[in-house]
């Protein structure tokens, strides 16, 4: 079956310079969500997206953006990095069903390295 | 703040033997909660869910007991099997639908064979 597909799955930048980070939901998944795991510690909730919309927003950074694509997949753009956003990057996605369970199905995950 | 605690950050269990996996929440408005399962380089894997109208939920070696009262849910998995070993976090969100996760720590469990 097919699964949530991340690209790169690796990505090495220096300090200032601009990453952009790419996800491909599961198909006929309309949701996608984005979550940031820091060496040792739990993956926190960046962003989502429903339809092409932002749904919700956690601790994303301002110099963080993202979006929904009519194709659904999604783009998380991060400028001026900083060697604190050294972590797994994941996205996730769903089908929102209205009031049914709604799994979260992860991607392997992008890992960030600023030096 | 933790709104989803694993206290344990690490568990070694016989195989054959019968796994226990612990996660306390503190938000009340959280209504369903998940268990995922994470091998290193991987991304999280979806393992069993439960909603808060229910208190037990089974899939095969896996159940999920939830406690509302006590605010604490377990993960069992019996029989333990050597491809068990990984690091389990419990999540939680506030309703269903299209709603962001809230993680536990992760709690490490090896199985010995």
Known sequence: ?115 | DQQVKQNSPSLSVQEGRISILNCDYTNSMFDYFLWYKKYPAEGPTFLISISSIKDKNEDGRFTVFLNKSAKHLSLHIVPSQPGDSAVYFCAASEIQGAQKLVFGQGTRLTINP
């Open chain 1, 1 to 115: 079956a097919a699964g949530v597909i991340q690209s790169p799955r690796h990505l090495i930048k220096e300090k200032r310079e601009t990453a952009t980070l790419k996800c491909y939901p599961i198909p006929r998944h309309d949701t996608v969500y984005w979550y940031q795991q820091g060496p040792g510690q739990d993956p926190q909730f960046l962003i989502s997206f429903y339809e092409k919309m932002q749904s919700d927003k956690g601790s994303i950074p301002d110099r963080f953006s993202a979006q929904q694509f009519s194709d659904y997949h999604s783009e998380l753009n991060m400028s001026s990095l900083e060697l604190g956003d050294s972590a797994l990057y994941f996205c996730a996605s769903s089908l929102e069903t209205g009031g049914s369970l709604n799994e979260q199905f992860f991607g392997p995950g992008t890992r960030l390295t600023v030096l």
